[in-house]
Structures are given as C-alpha cells and as structure tokens.
Nanobody, 127 residues
C-alpha cells in the first residue's frame, strides 16, 4: 500500500515557476512508476509526466516538454514536478500517482493503470 500527499501548489503569474512534491508512505514506493496528472475545470484528467522506478526514464506530455521536469528521490520516498515558464493553460489540480505494475511498454499515460493517488494540489497561473 502506498499513500501519496502532494504539496507545493499555489498561485503564480504566467512565466513563473513552481515545484510540486509528492510524499509517499509505504515501503513499495521505489517499486512503483510515478506519474503526475492534472485536471482543469470542465476537462478530463490528463497525463503530464511520468518517471520509471529507478528514475532513469521519463516521459512527458508534448505541451509540457522543455518546461516541466519530473524527478524522484527513492531514499526520501518523494517525487517532484518542477514547473517553469508556466502558462494560464497549466491551471489545474495536479495529482501524483503510483503504478505498481511492471509494463513492457514503459511508463503508462493512462490514469486507470495507476493504483494509488494523492488528493491533489491546486495550481493557478494568472495571465
């Protein structure tokens, strides 16, 4: 069992930066792929970024490539999403999630493949 708690959200102006954290409890965090998702009002939840168990592989949604960086510290049971050059369209509730399955296809972008979810943290980018 893994419990996830996000933090670091807030209000920022366009062009600004935020770093989200995802604190995990439980001994199996390092054996899970970690992902960040977001959901804007009136829109479906979407994949933002994912990182492999060891942290050696990452994958990003096209709209955040070059602006967001996902990372993890398994020794600290914590994951991160560094967000720079933020845009108003990045406004959403951001969720971290953990996928305990090994997948030959690599990092899944499908929410239903993730077993554990945090409660979410609000990110608001003003223009």
């Amino acid at each position: 069992q893994v419990q996830l708690v996000e933090s670091g959200g807030g209000l920022v102006r366009a062009g600004g930066s935020l770093r989200l954290s995802c604190a995990a409890s439980g001994r199996t965090f390092s054996s899970c792929t970690m992902g960040w998702f977001r959901q804007a009002p009136g829109k479906d939840r979407e994949f933002v970024a994912g990182i492999s168990r060891s942290g050696d592989r990452t994958y990003y949604q096209d709209s955040v490539k070059g602006r967001f960086t996902i990372s993890r510290d398994n020794a600290e049971n914590t994951g991160y999403l560094q967000m720079t050059s933020l845009k108003p369209e990045d406004t959403a509730v951001y969720y971290c999630a953990a996928d305990r399955s090994y997948r030959r296809s690599g990092i899944s972008t499908r929410g239903r493949d993730y077993d554990y979810w945090g409660q979410g943290t609000q990110v608001t980018v003003s223009s």
